[in-house]
């Protein structure tokens, strides 16, 4: 799997955490979860507005809760400490319910 594309590692089951935090700043911890979650809804909802996205919400809400991060899920990624940006970054990473996890220490160009 060396080299290949985000779609293809997903299609494989596989989710990826780097080293350097790969988050949205700019979004909530929420916000974060919700769009890593959303690629569990049926490609008939993808249109929806985001409030229905009823298997993503209930995902976020599970992963807020795993990785005691409920108490900032309105923070913003980038206002975060390091250790609770990579814990966020774990959580992404199992929020789209990945096979298999790997935990690599650099990115390949």
């Given at each position: 799997?060396?080299g290949?594309?985000?779609?293809r590692?997903?299609?494989?089951?596989?989710?990826?955490s780097?080293?350097i935090t790969?988050?949205?700043?700019?979004?909530?911890?929420?916000?974060?979860?919700?769009?890593?979650?959303?690629?569990?809804?049926?490609?008939?909802?993808?249109f929806?507005?985001?409030?229905?996205?009823?298997?993503?919400?209930?995902?976020?809400?599970?992963?807020?809760?795993?990785?005691?991060?409920?108490?900032?899920?309105?923070e913003?990624?980038?206002?975060?400490?390091?250790g609770?940006q990579?814990?966020?970054?774990?959580?992404?990473?199992l929020?789209?319910?990945?096979?298999?996890l790997?935990?690599?220490?650099?990115?390949?160009?």
């Amino acid at each position: 799997m060396t080299g290949a594309s985000p779609a293809r590692t997903k299609a494989a089951g596989l989710s990826r955490s780097f080293q350097i935090t790969n988050l949205f700043f700019e979004l909530t911890v929420a916000e974060n979860l919700r769009m890593a979650a959303q690629v569990l809804e049926p490609k008939a909802r993808a249109f929806l507005p985001l409030g229905r996205s009823t298997r993503a919400l209930a995902k976020t809400a599970e992963m807020l809760e795993r990785f005691q991060l409920g108490h900032k899920r309105d923070e913003l990624a980038g206002h975060l400490s390091h250790g609770d940006q990579r814990r966020l970054e774990i959580a992404v990473c199992l929020a789209s319910e990945p096979k298999i996890l790997l935990l690599t220490n650099r990115r390949r160009a």
